[in-house]
């Protein structure tokens, strides 16, 4: 049973950045296909980014595209998540999450993740 627990969040300024981090305990997490999803007040849970196994592929949400960058090092078992160029609409409790299935085509659709973090709140002050 693999845990996650992320860490990083806090509060951070509009034009500003933050650098979440998310570790995997009780098995690796190599070649599962990990993501980051977020859940803002009175809102949807949000896809946010998705690493591939190996980590050679990325893929982020419509909304933090070319602002947020994922990446990954199995060799330590862990994730990142770089937020940049921050703005209030980022406010929202981070999730990271992690599925064992390699199916790329299901990176975006959060009930396709096995595992999950209890995720890590992060405010953004205007």
């Known amino acids: 049973q693999v845990q996650l627990v992320e860490a990083g969040g806090g509060l951070g300024e509009t034009g500003g950045s933050l650098r979440l981090s998310c570790a995997a305990s009780g098995g690796t997490i190599g070649g599962y296909r990990m993501g980051w999803f977020r859940r803002a007040p009175g809102k949807e849970r949000e896809f946010v980014a998705a690493?591939?196994?190996?980590?050679?592929?990325?893929a982020y949400g419509d909304s933090v595209r070319g602002r947020f960058a994922s990446s990954r090092d199995n060799a330590k078992n862990t994730l990142s998540l770089q937020l940049n160029s921050l703005h209030p609409a980022a406010t929202a409790v981070y999730y990271c999450?992690?599925?064992?299935?390699?199916?790329?085509?299901?990176?975006?659709?959060?009930?396709?993740?096995?595992?999950w973090g209890q995720g890590t709140p992060v405010t953004v002050s205007s």
């Open positions: 690493v591939s196994g190996g980590g050679a592929s990325t």
């Open positions: 999450a992690a599925d064992p299935f390699p199916n790329w085509r299901m990176r975006a659709n959060c009930d396709s993740y096995v595992y």
